[in-house]
């Protein structure tokens, strides 16, 4: 069946420091501040609502990834496919006022999805500040301790369609209905959590911007620049100022084919198999393996989610 998620929709975190944050996220990737509410910082860097939201919290945490659904009927769909699969309903209120439908769930390690129909395109395309401009968010790699089941509830709720995985399911890659080799991602690690998000940019040009802002504030680049064996992507990372691991792309593979038979790729010994991880030849560093952002606590009225198992 076709995904019923059609691309990456925005990213809720916590922050000790929002304003920190905000201004580290203009300065290095070149996104803007669009809405404040409170002690929320609403941020685009394109003519979408808002697609960085940072929340004022006690710790540095993944709060929310919001989905943007092919339909409004895909979200009753979403609706229905979760309660089938026996995933956490945690809610059908829109997170923000100018979403019209919404449902959001949570997967049997604690990850929660806002599956919504589209924020409205209501900001200017253009707008002033630092000259790097990214075209929006286009990906996220969260952690699960057990990715092959994590990958199973998000066909099951979302449609996501498994494009590529390693042979021992230490990483899955999944598609939306854009068809880009992956719009989630999940990689094995002692528990639930969040990876990287990633940003795409127009060009490899972008990055050496990116890298040289940086600088001055002798910060470091964590991986890269490389090109990933799986997506065929350029890639770059580094840590922003709440120490969340950001991923910076460009080139990323569009798979035509919904019926193509999932990949499977041997990713060596501590993901030493350069071809899949790095066509270019330099392994990840143990940071970047080890990476872990810890995800922000399930509401309390929210039944813990049940196992599909
Ligand atoms: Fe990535």
Redesign the pocket.
Known sequence: MRPLVQRLGYMAVTAVDPERLAADTANSIGARVVRRDGDTIFMSSNRRHAEYIIRKGTDNLQAVCGLEAVSASAVDEVHERCRDAGLAVLSTTPSLDVIEKSVTFATSEGHVFEVHTPMPNDREARYAGPGLRPKGLD?V?FTAADPEKWAREMNLSCGFLLTERTTGYEIAWMRAADGRHHTV?VVKSAAGGLH?T?WEFNSFQDFKGLADALIPESRRLIWGPGRHGAGDNL?LYFKNSADFLL?C?AEMEIIHDEDMEPRVCDPGENLSNWKVVNQWGPLPPIEWVEHHTPLAPLPSAVPSPVTTN
Do not use: T
């Open positions: 990906h790699n991602a990287h990633s890639f991923e792309i």
